[in-house]
């Protein structure tokens, strides 16, 4: 009896325990990962420069904050990798537009002026193989004034142009009873409009009188004025620093050559596509070589009856 009491009452606690309102969890749910943009980590900008290595393709994401508006300049020392510029994410991606992108090409690039704030940069290497980069981002006060240093209030210090220029006024009666319409050569002086395209190449060999009675050499030998509409040869001013002119006359990267890619066409540089694959650079300094043993069929003697 005291058997069967002992088993009814245990059989009712397990019954009373397992009818509990409250739902048996197997663990905790983990959080999902974040990826893309919303894993951007974020750096001291002021004094950091960051190192990595990213695959064909990859991206990666760093951050930055600002606390005050300022001038900066991003410098990424690989060409190749295409960089935008985010205010905020949309799920892995920066929410578009871009506030600004651009392909590097081994040097400095200006981004310009940007107000305080949290910034998300997404970096992609377009290139076909892994690449080593070293990035940081400079920091500049803002010196507002004018930049052109045609202009009578030049100011050789700034960084940012404020739109206060001042030039030459030669609309006035002197000039225009001398020598007709008046426009403003490649130094910022008052030139005539019929000296341009009239066949001689104006480069400061001949001048005019200015109302002081100073001759003043004027100069059309300019790309502003079109080396005087054509009367001039035209100066080749090249590409800019770290790039080079490639097989085609197009601007490419010159650490592209002998990087371990052939650059026969099949890569591009801003939209271009870049070519390095001929003589002149001997054939992308060996990237575009292949080895001859590796090229040779192996063809079966056949005998040819007489």
């Known amino acids: 009896m005291n058997k069967l009491f ?5 059989m009712m606690f397990l019954i009373i325990g397992c009818s509990d309102d409250e739902p048996i969890t197997g663990g905790v ?8 943009c919303e894993a951007t980590t974020f750096y001291d900008w002021s004094d950091f420069e960051f190192e990595t290595s990213l695959d064909a393709g990859a991206t990666t994401w760093l951050g930055f904050e600002l606390s005050e508006t300022t001038l900066f300049s991003i410098n990424l020392n690989q060409a190749g990798f295409h960089c935008a510029i985010f205010q905020e994410c949309a799920g892995e991606l920066g929410a578009p537009p871009p506030l600004y992108s651009f392909m590097s090409n081994g040097n400095g690039q200006e981004v310009g002026i940007v107000t305080e704030g949290v910034y998300y940069l997404e970096i992609t290497n377009t290139r076909p193989g892994r690449l080593d980069f070293t990035f940081n981002i400079s920091l500049e006060d803002i010196i507002y004034g004018c930049m052109d240093d045609d202009a009578l209030n030049y100011n050789n210090t700034a960084n940012v142009d404020d ?3 001042e030039f030459q006024n ?3 009666e002197y000039y225009l009873q001398n020598y007709g319409e008046m426009v403003l050569d490649c130094d910022g ?3 005539p409009v019929s000296w341009i395209a009239d066949g001689f190449c104006d480069d400061g060999a001949w001048g005019i009188e200015d109302e002081q009675g100073n001759v003043i050499p004027i100069n059309l030998y300019c ?3 079109n080396f005087d509409e054509g009367d001039c040869e035209i ?6 620093p770290g790039l080079i002119e490639d097989c085609n006359g197009i601007c490419a990267p010159q650490n592209w050559l002998g990087d371990g890619f052939c650059d026969d066409g099949s890569y591009e540089y801003n939209g ?6 001929c003589e002149e650079f001997e054939n992308d300094n060996g990237d575009c070589i292949i080895d001859s043993r590796q090229t040779l069929r192996v063809l079966k003697r056949i005998w040819i009856e007489n």
């Open 235 to 240: 100066i080749d001013e090249g590409c800019t």
């Open 223 to 225: 790309s502003e004025l």
């Open 163 to 165: 739109g206060t220029c």
């Open 29 to 36: 749910n983990p959080e999902p990962e974040l990826v893309g």
């Open 6 to 10: 002992i088993f009814l009452f245990t």
């Open 272 to 277: 271009n596509p870049i070519f390095f694959n």
């Open 189 to 191: 002086n008052c030139a």
């Open 170 to 172: 030669c609309n006035t």
